[in-house]
């Protein structure tokens, strides 16, 4: 009897943990959002349902210099990939920005990474034009006019709910003070096909003109900041590995304005530019921003490789939040079972 009662508790576990599934699947699919209307704006986010945007590991975040703690685990990345310009097959406008789809073959490693990632694709979030930034993290308060990401994911099959699984190099990019930036020649390449790609869901292959380094050409790779968030879209799942170089990309001012002057969020018909999708900044709450071995730490703190991994960045310098979760989530694992059969 007893058996047969234990069987019939698994068996109404496993068909609740089903539907549940299934519900989180269906209810993300049909989430309307928006950054352009009140209605569905970043602010009604954290009312979508089953997803995550009302999380205490959000993105973007502003990162204060000297609040960050020098990181010696956090040295040179590896990238596969990134000279190839054919590695680069077609851009879109997708409604919500434009973005780069990437071909297999692009890869990152090192860096205080546990593991290799691979790309996916790149892109960008803006204000509107050069004057009016759009930046979704900031440093030291400061919103640039533009940022760059680079989305990656683990090359090994990860969990959904991996807390690393999703690795993002973030770019400032900002306007330049010369006639013509270094980047400029990529960037003028890039930017010159947003007027084919005005209206959402429009795209275009590519030509293999420029590859992802032309595009972050005069960055120091080596100075950044990393620490542990989430999407910057809904679901906003928590299960990202930030890094935000410190170095911006330096554009023309031209370049930057043709972002937020020749894409729209639905047709061209209905004069609805392209502008402000970007996030606002989010709590950091009990997170710590560490900083590579290059990067500026005005007041010097390092900590070691031993004592801190990147895998550790959620744990605060006066506990083990992280162990605690892990514990709790343990032992409810083990008496769940109990509790229910106690209870039928």
């Not at 990181?71 to 077609?90: Q, R």
């Not at 960045?313 to 892990?326: D, F, H, M, V, Y």
Request: glycine share 6%; with cysteine; hydrophobic share 35%.
């Amino acid at each position: 009897y007893q058996l047969k009662r234990m069987d019939s508790i698994a068996f109404t576990c496993n068909l609740l943990l089903s539907l549940f599934c299934l519900s989180f699947v269906g209810a993300t699919e049909s989430v309307k959002w928006c950054y352009e209307h009140p209605k569905c704006g970043p602010s009604t986010w954290n009312k979508l349902g089953t997803n995550m945007c009302n999380g205490t590991r959000q993105s973007p975040i502003d990162i204060i210099q000297k609040n960050t703690a020098r990181n010696s685990s956090l040295n040179e990345f590896s990238f596969k990939g990134y000279d190839n310009a054919a590695k680069l097959i077609e851009t879109e406008n997708n409604g919500h920005t434009v973005e780069v789809k990437l071909d297999k073959g692009v890869q990152l490693s090192g860096g205080g990474l546990s593991t290799t990632y691979t790309a996916l694709q790149f892109h960008l979030h803006w204000g509107n034009g050069s004057m009016q930034p759009g930046s979704e993290h900031k440093l030291n308060g400061k919103q640039y006019p533009m940022e760059l990401h680079i989305v990656h994911i683990k090359e090994n099959e990860a969990s959904v709910y991996d807390s690393e699984r999703i690795a993002v190099l973030g770019f400032f990019i900002d306007v330049s003070s010369k006639l013509e930036a270094k980047s400029d020649a990529a960037w003028s390449k890039f930017s010159n096909l947003l007027q084919n790609i005005s209206s959402k869901d429009s795209k275009i292959h590519l030509n293999d003109s420029f590859s992802l380094n032309d595009l972050i050409s005069g960055v120091n790779l080596t100075k950044y900041y990393r620490y542990l968030g989430s999407l910057t879209t809904p679901g906003c799942n928590e299960t990202v590995v930030w890094t935000i170089f410190e170095d911006p990309i330096v554009l023309n001012s031209t370049i930057i304005n043709l972002f937020s002057t020749n894409l729209y969020f639905n047709t061209t018909s209905d004069h609805n530019k392209m502008i402000n999708n970007f996030r606002p900044e989010q709590q950091l709450n009990s997170r710590e921003v560490m900083a590579s071995m290059e990067a500026t730490v005005p007041m010097e703190t390092t900590v070691s490789m031993e004592t801190t991994s990147p895998s550790t960045l959620g744990t605060t310098a006066s506990g083990t939040r992280i162990g605690q979760e892990k514990t709790t989530l343990t032992a409810l694992t083990v008496l769940a079972p109990i509790l229910i059969y106690f209870t039928l």
